[in-house]
């Protein structure tokens, strides 16, 4: 069966890096899109990057944007997270997620059209 496995999590002082890992199995992983989502206790889930099959194609939330990079490496079945210059309000769980659709061109932010999810993997960023 499918299975996502996030790893690279940690504690950092603002403006640091981590780098978070999503290893696949079970299935192709070089035909799905897959995202990133973070949740932060007593708030909702919420979609942080994304990128297509392929990895032609990315997408971030605005918070994100310009600090985080995802990208994947089909040949070893994973997808990454490079964050950097983390802030207080980044810290949470983060998890990776697998697009429904086989090989979709478009990004998509909304949680429900992800089938697969990961457990998760902590955050935490001091200031």
């Known amino acids: 069966q499918v299975q996502l496995v996030e790893s690279g999590g940690g504690s950092v002082q603002a403006g640091g890096s981590l780098r978070l890992s999503c290893a696949a199995s079970g299935h192709t992983f070089s035909n799905y899109a897959m995202g990133w989502f973070r949740q932060a206790p007593g708030r909702e889930r919420e979609f942080v990057a994304a990128i297509t099959w392929s990895g032609g194609s990315t997408a971030y939330a605005d918070s994100v944007k310009g600090r985080f990079t995802i990208s994947r490496d089909n040949s070893k079945n994973t997808v990454y997270l490079q964050m950097n210059s983390l802030r207080p309000e980044d810290a949470a769980v983060y998890s990776c997620?697998?697009?429904?659709?086989?090989?979709?061109?478009?990004?998509?932010?909304?949680?429900?059209?992800?089938?697969?999810w990961g457990q998760g993997t902590q955050v935490t960023v001091s200031s």
């Open positions: 997620a697998r697009d429904r659709a086989y090989r979709r061109n478009y990004l998509q932010t909304i949680t429900g059209i992800y089938d697969y």
